[in-house]
């Protein structure tokens, strides 16, 4: 059993930052890809980031060059810094455990976080 434990959301101006941190337990991180999804109000939850065990990562479109996924294989703990935030990247993030394959889909996602709020305002 896998279980992660995110923090690190809240609330930012636009333009703001914010880092997201998820510690994992259970599992052999190290050769896990990881992942960042996040659900709006009235949304489907999508795919933001992930990486993989070897560190590379992938990202949605609409977060390219604002966001950046980082793993500590140490501390078990994946990261998503977040700047520029606008207020579309106002939702609930979750981290997610992608054991079987590395992509930006729910799918492949085997084990999820309770997730954290991030609230953008213009």
């Known amino acids: 059993q896998v279980q992660l434990l995110e923090s690190g959301g809240g609330s930012v101006q636009s333009g703001g930052s914010l880092i997201l941190s998820c510690a994992a337990s259970?599992?052999?991180?190290?050769?896990?890809?990881m992942g960042w999804f996040r659900q709006a109000p009235g949304k489907e939850r999508e795919g933001v980031a992930v990486i993989g065990k070897d560190y590379t990562t992938t990202y949605a479109d609409s977060v390219k060059g604002r966001f950046t996924a980082s793993r500590n294989n140490a501390k078990s703990t994946v990261y998503l810094a977040m700047s520029t935030l606008k207020p579309e990247d106002t939702a609930m993030y979750y981290c997610a455990a992608l054991p079987f394959r590395c992509a930006l889909s729910e799918r492949y996602v085997n084990y999820w976080g309770q997730g954290t709020q991030v609230t953008v305002s213009s």
């Open positions: 259970g599992a052999t991180f190290s050769s896990v890809c």
